[in-house]
């Protein structure tokens, strides 16, 4: 948390801000005060959005609550003639101005303010070669800064009083605990444009003559003194600076630093319940004897407050605290000029050797350690100009060439990509135009014949899938048509049988199994009922025989005159009677269903030149003749 920020302001913005102080300043103009201490502000320092400083686990805000808190309880336990007014009793952020305002609106008597302390340096390391360099890192605005770390060494306490020893670099508190306005929202306006970051600033507050400077250092040495008699805090003595609080407060005022919470040790202390009891029991004690002195009042006292056991602090044995700091920013120094040093060094040595991108890059960092130094920033002007000078000195030739070469790395390197996205023939295009470009190159003629046997084996390939292909395809449509001749073979033969089924009786069906396609047809049965001539061809025909008779039948008896054309044939001595003369046996088959009625036993014969003939014979003798 040292502030190194070198801002100097306008003289003219300056002057105002002289000015403007100087006469706000008239409000505080020293009061004569009556003697006693009956009201004791009790500042707690920071707060809400204003953390203050951090430890590793505890922040000020939070510590210097703590402690403002229990000193108010042990003054008002114990000091019931006193008024405490706290600035803050809990986390909450109060501008640094109605701080001290606070105290003088209720005409305090004693403005006490509690805050700690905290150190930091800039984190360095050492290369390989042991040199020692910055850490930096750059803002939103690519401004470098060195990296600040905490520095766990400095620790003890001091109390500040307002003072006039407003010496450069000898700011650092002043500093930081005024930089708590910067984060009030209209903080330019309330202190009149005061930059607590500013060493000029601090000069209006040089012109500060201090009524009470006395009383307040005097109390300032009895907190000192308290601190290391009881608490075991290291002694940092009474310090004057231009604190903002204590130049606006019209009354002994004083501001102290508990310790370090950048000390591991000194934290740990500091965030204990036991510490800030110490430390508020420590300002208890300091404060009562300042009242009395005050009050003119001699007591001695036998309470447990006085009784307190000392503590003993460890870090007591560790020597001087001011050394330690001083240690620290030599340290820092001299890590910065041997860094700056080595670039340089690095930085001549590559311009010797002409190689000016190198040594320019040298040059800049130089420049980043020490911008106030004219010769680096130079030297990478004068690098830039031999940089370029270098690339114009390439003959005509060698830029051609160098350009050729540029535009054929990339055909190579867009091939090669489409090679492995298997893109043969794009590929194969820009090797070629590779070729083309620097003949001369065999990488892309090589690349050339890979591809040319690529695609030969994929289209034998893809040849052969196709005939295979080709030899299933017919395979299977052989197959197709032989399964559909099948089916139509089976089906016309199913559609065969059922006609055959619809129109042949039960008992004919043997008759015509060896009788393909020779079913009775329809307009055949109706010419039988019609009663049309025979169709009997000469030779074979068939017949219906119904009855017999010992003597010849007279064929026109009345008694044959509704047979259909009756007719008889002699078998031995016997006339057997006839009815039909049909060439198909379907024929007389059909008129055997008709006579059946009256016929009982009538059966169906065949016939040749009117002698019987076996049946079978004749169906195969017509059948053979068609
Ligand atoms: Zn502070």
Request: include cysteine; hydrophobic fraction near 35%; proline fraction near 4%.
């Amino acid at each position: 948390m040292i502030c190194t920020n070198n801002y100097i302001r306008p003289l003219k913005v300056l002057l105002f801000a002289v000015i403007t102080l100087f006469l706000f300043s008239e409000a505080h103009i020293p009061k004569t005060k009556p003697k006693g201490v009956k009201t004791i502000v009790i500042d707690a320092g920071h707060g809400g959005k204003d953390p203050g400083c951090n430890g590793s686990v505890h922040n000020e805000k939070t510590v210097a609550l703590g402690i403002a808190l229990k000193l108010g309880e042990l003054i008002e336990k114990n000091m019931p003639d006193v008024k405490v007014i706290y600035t803050r009793k809990t986390d909450e952020f109060v501008e640094l101005e109605e701080r001290a305002q606070i105290a003088n609106r209720n005409n305090a008597d004693l403005f006490i303010s509690i805050h700690c302390n905290a150190a930091s340096n800039y984190a360095v390391f050492k290369d390989k070669n042991g040199k020692v360099h910055y850490k930096t890192y750059k803002d939103k605005k690519v401004k470098i800064h060195k990296v600040e770390v905490h520095n766990p060494k400095p620790f003890g306490s001091a109390t500040y009083v307002m003072g006039i020893s407003n010496e450069k670099g000898k700011l650092n508190t002043a500093k930081r605990e005024n930089a708590s306005m910067l984060l009030e929202d209209n903080y330019q306006k309330t202190y009149n444009g005061f930059d607590p970051q500013s060493d000029e600033a601090y000069i209006i507050m040089s012109l500060w003559t201090g009524a009470f400077v006395g009383q307040s250092a005097d109390l300032a040495s009895k907190i000192q003194s308290e601190y290391t008699k009881k608490a075991g805090r290291v002694d940092k003595g009474v310090q004057r600076q231009s604190i903002w609080v204590l130049w606006r407060t019209a009354m002994p005022s004083i501001l102290t630093e508990v310790g370090f919470l950048t000390n591991p040790e000194e934290e740990k202390f500091l965030g204990s319940e036991k510490g800030q009891k110490y430390m508020a029991s420590a300002l208890f004690r300091a404060v009562r004897s300042y009242k009395d002195e005050n009050e003119g009042v001699s007591k001695k006292y036998d309470d447990d407050l006085e009784k307190e056991e000392p503590l003993v602090n460890e870090n007591l044995s560790k020597g001087n605290v001011n050394d330690v700091e001083q240690d620290s920013s030599s340290i820092a120094n001299t890590a910065n000029e041997e860094l700056y040093n080595g670039f340089l060094k690095e930085a001549d040595d590559f311009w010797k050797a002409k190689k000016y991108e190198d040594a320019q890059l040298k040059y800049e960092k130089c420049n980043e350690l020490k911008p106030e130094e004219r010769y680096p920033l130079a030297r990478v002007e004068e690098c830039k100009k031999k940089i370029a000078e270098q690339k114009s000195s390439l003959s005509v030739e060698e830029q051609q060439k160098k350009e050729l070469k540029t535009k054929y790395n990339t055909l190579i390197a867009s091939a090669d990509k489409l090679v492995a996205q298997k893109n043969w023939n794009a590929a194969a295009i820009q090797y070629q135009q590779a070729t083309e470009l620097m003949p001369e190159e065999i990488y892309p003629k090589e690349k050339l014949k890979e591809i040319d046997a690529v695609i030969t084996a994929e289209k034998q390939r893809l040849k052969e899938k196709e005939e295979k292909y080709l030899k299933e395809k017919i395979k299977h449509n052989q197959e197709k048509a032989r399964l559909a001749a099948k089916k139509h073979a089976a089906d016309s033969l199913a559609k065969i049988q059922k006609q055959k089924a619809d129109t042949i009786p039960p008992k004919a069906k043997d008759i015509v199994t060896n009788y393909k396609d020779k079913t009775p047809k329809k307009d055949t049965v109706q010419k039988i009922k019609n009663n049309n001539t025979p169709q009997s061809k000469p030779g074979v025909a068939f017949k219906v025989q119904f009855a017999m008779s010992e003597t010849e039948p007279n064929l026109k008896s009345d008694k044959y005159k509704s047979i259909e054309d009756v007719g008889f044939y002699k078998a031995g001595n016997v006339f057997k009677l006839t009815s039909g003369n049909f060439a198909e046996p379907n024929d007389a088959i059909n008129l055997q269903h008709k006579m059946k009625e009256t016929y009982k036993d009538c059966f169906v014969i065949a016939l040749k030149n009117n002698q019987r003939i076996d049946f079978k014979e004749a169906v195969k003798q017509i059948s053979n003749n068609k």
